[in-house]
């Protein structure tokens, strides 16, 4: 089955820089790549996702890229803010999301102010 | 308002005591799926359903079980609850976008 690994478990960073977060999977049928936000004590939330034809997507200060041939993804946040505070999941489907679905282990994100 | 909503949301019981949580979704989503997040482990997948009456395993659905005779409906049974299916569960619903839309969750101790 599919396996991804997740990079940090922790991190962090002073708010107005930049953090990466990084995760590989290990089944090349994998198609659908989302990232989920938690925040303390709340469900996790869809925050960007990219399917295995594009190789990068953004949205305001997040962005996603995606290298098919080394199994990675990876997801940037610019110019962080206190708010961008929690846990982010990463996840790889080869169902586009609707059957098997397996998340990373997570990464507990502080913005320092 | 479009929801994916769980009961109970908090659950204390003792071993071997059958027991279930319910998950609805208003959405008329096909797809739906249960979660269980344990410290470290992140996100791991318990069973999935496609449609009515078709559902299929996840990577940990030992000790699990699930139905699906409505649409909206998605129950998780514990038959026999054991110590190490302590945790907090996510009931989840999608439509063909992939997002899922998760529940407020279930944190469930078994004494």
């Known amino acids: 089955g599919e396996n991804v690994e997740q990079h940090p478990s922790t991190l962090s960073v002073q708010e107005g820089d930049s953090a990466v977060i990084k995760c590989t999977y290990s089944d090349s049928a994998s198609n659908y790549f989302p990232w989920y936000k938690q925040e303390l004590g709340k469900r996790p939330q869809l925050i960007i996702d990219?399917?295995?034809?594009?190789g990068e997507k953004k949205d305001q200060r997040i962005a996603v890229t995606l290298n098919k041939t080394a199994k990675h993804f990876s997801l940037h946040i610019t110019e962080t803010q206190p708010e961008d505070s929690a846990v982010y999941f990463c996840?790889?489907?080869?169902?586009?999301?609707?059957?098997?679905?397996?998340f990373g282990t997570g990464t507990k994100l502080q913005v320092i102010p | 308002e479009a929801q994916v909503t769980q009961n109970p949301r908090y659950l204390i019981t003792v071993t071997g005591k059958k027991l279930t949580v319910t998950c609805s979704q208003n959405?008329?989503?096909?797809?739906m799926s249960w979660y269980r997040q344990d410290p470290g482990l992140g996100l791991r997948q318990i069973y999935y359903?496609?449609?009515?009456?078709?559902?299929d395993k996840g990577d940990v659905p030992e000790g699990y079980k699930v139905s699906r005779k409505e649409k909206r409906n998605f129950p998780l049974i514990l038959e026999s609850p054991s110590p190490n299916q302590t945790s907090l569960y996510f009931c989840?619903?999608?439509?063909?976008?992939?997002?899922?839309?998760f529940g407020e969750g279930s944190r469930l101790t078994v004494l």
């Open positions: 359903s496609m449609n009515v009456e078709v559902t």
């Open positions: 990219i399917r295995s034809n594009v």
């Open positions: 996840a790889a489907s080869d169902s586009g999301g609707y059957q098997k679905v397996t």
């Open positions: 959405m008329n989503h096909e797809y």
């Open positions: 989840a619903s999608t439509e063909n976008t992939g997002e899922l839309f």
